[in-house]
């Protein structure tokens, strides 16, 4: 399968330069949110993120761009296809878990994993497997994720705590980390009794390392726990946020079919607006059934009327 897209952390220092470069070879630019710059050539696009700062190129020929103008021109060395000397810890058999959904009103919490060892790991780079997050379309998941699926070696598993569940919950424990946790050690311990054999997973950290080992720990799991600030850098984590997110928004798709009501994704306007034509169409007592309550986004959808 041919790249169409690629991540790549770069220096400070190379941001201006690869604007230079991207002038120099007609590159058309554009202002995106939290981007310093984007930039379009035909069907090619680049993205230079604020954080990392990161090049994100996408496109029927990223291939090319990697090896003929970034490598060479900025950062200095090959990189594309020898993964396996740069970071040869992501091709080591382990577990991969992330979630999605934490950060969007309507719709459940996720949380998902992915088993991968050195085959499969390669197998999902080729096929442009990266972190859901900057992965737009909601086509583009469907397709990763059935990549994902077919790929031999791969074992995933999901949890997903739908709107209702996760208002009880929350309102018991009144704390979204240990949410967290819990669907996290609940998706390890899913993993580690399909792949006993595997003896390391890796977290995208999201809270204090206790909060997770104790959640494993009360589901009696005992696995080497890794947790990583962007550990969607890994495959396994990508792997893992891209199965998430597939399963996120099919259910969106699906409630708002049920509901008639278009749900939109975030916590934004959209969504204000999207949960008062909810609250008009089927009451005040139904938002829980696809809302997570304790977002601030409940007094504004409601005029502080729900209790």
């Not at 995106?32 to 993205?47: C, D, E, N, Q, W």
């Not at 970034?70 to 878990?97: C, D, K, S, T, W």
């Not at 899913?190 to 006993?196: D, E, H, I, R, T």
């Not at 008062?276 to 696809?290: D, N």
Request: charged content about 25%.
């Amino acid at each position: 399968m041919a790249l169409t897209t690629y991540t790549q952390v770069i220096g400070v220092a190379d941001v201006e330069k690869l604007r230079g470069i991207l002038e120099r070879d007609g590159y058309e630019f554009s202002e995106k949110p939290y981007a310093h710059y984007s930039a379009k050539r035909g069907k090619l696009s680049v993205t230079v993120y604020e954080k990392g700062p990161k090049v994100l190129v996408q496109g029927k020929e990223t291939e090319d761009f990697v090896k003929f103008t970034l490598e060479p021109e900025i950062l200095g060395e090959a990189r594309l296809g020898y993964e396996e000397v740069h970071n040869p810890e992501m091709f080591e058999p382990h577990f991969g878990i992330d979630e999605s959904g934490k950060g969007d009103f309507f719709g459940p919490l996720v949380i998902a994993g992915a088993y991968t060892d050195g085959e499969s790991t390669r197998t999902l780079i080729d096929a442009g497997v990266m972190d859901s997050k900057r992965v737009s379309s909601a086509a583009r998941i469907g397709a990763l994720s059935g990549v994902i699926r077919r790929t031999r070696g791969v074992t995933t598993a999901v949890v997903a705590i739908g709107p209702e569940r996760y208002n009880e919950i929350y309102g018991r424990i009144n704390n979204l980390n240990e949410v967290l946790a819990w669907g996290h050690a609940k998706v390890i311990e899913k993993l580690s009794g399909a792949v006993p054999t595997c003896r390391r997973a890796l977290s995208d950290q999201f809270a204090n390392p206790r909060v997770l080992q104790r959640a494993l720990e009360r589901q009696g799991v005992d696995i080497e726990l890794e947790q990583r600030t962007k550990g969607e850098s890994d495959v396994a984590v990508a792997a893992a946020s891209i199965i998430a997110r597939e399963a996120y928004v099919r259910w969106i798709e699906r409630a708002s079919e049920q509901w008639n009501v278009s749900l939109a994704l975030g916590a934004g306007a959209p969504v204000v607006e999207a949960g008062k034509q909810y609250v008009k169409m089927h009451g005040v007592g139904e938002l829980s059934r696809v809302a997570k309550l304790h977002f601030k986004t409940t007094n504004q959808v409601t005029g502080g009327n729900y209790e």
